[in-house]
């Protein structure tokens, strides 16, 4: 318990930590906004355009961006790994803590035991995630189509597995009042 709850907590507070890091004054305006982790666009290429995520944009914001790109790489990615740790080892302790709360009808006992794979998909989703970004922008030869695919399905699968871990954490907590274990 005092775990799940130190996770939230770290949960809640690095993504302050984060932004105030990582400023546009300090990043970049593009970089600041995490735009390979959450936008499907890359911000101010052109002034005051945005610029689908393809393989010749996204090299092209690299080449002539190379001090945000290397930021990116070498100062917010390690954050944001730290983050996805947190957040993901929360809903995985959360989820089985919730999960071991309910009192489940013999047909659905088993599900119990599966709780901890959308944190853990999340998890995976979102590391894979980080790591293509950080090899993309340190080695531009290695942008190409195959590999911003990669990084578009990595993530979505990030995007719908924590969404749908943050939906199962909510769902087994309330379960939790309403099929209570016997006092």
């Not at 890091?21 to 735009?35: D, I, Q």
């Not at 010749?56 to 990116?72: F, I, P």
Request: with cysteine; hydrophobic share 55%.
């Amino acid at each position: 318990m005092r775990m799940t709850l130190l996770l939230a907590t770290l949960a809640i507070g690095l993504p302050f930590l984060i932004s105030f890091y990582a400023t546009p004054a300090r990043v970049g305006f593009a970089v600041s906004e995490r735009f390979l982790e959450r936008l499907n666009v890359i911000p101010e290429i052109n002034e005051n355009k945005v610029e689908p995520i393809t393989a010749t944009t996204l090299r092209a914001w690299a080449e002539k961006n190379e001090s945000a790109a290397t930021q990116y790489a070498q100062r917010v990615l390690p954050l944001d790994v730290a983050y996805l740790f947190v957040l993901g080892g929360f809903l995985c302790l959360a989820s089985l803590t919730l999960a071991r709360l309910v009192a489940w009808p013999d047909s659905l006992s088993s599900i119990a035991q599966l709780c901890w794979t959308l944190p853990a998909l999340y998890i995976a989703s979102d590391l894979c995630e980080d790591v293509l970004i950080a090899v993309l922008l340190s080695f531009r030869p290695m942008i190409t189509d195959a590999s911003v695919l990669a990084l578009q399905v990595c993530k979505v699968i990030k995007i719908t597995s924590v969404g749908l871990s943050l939906a199962l954490v909510v769902v087994l907590g309330l379960l939790s009042f309403v099929w209570k274990h016997a006092p």
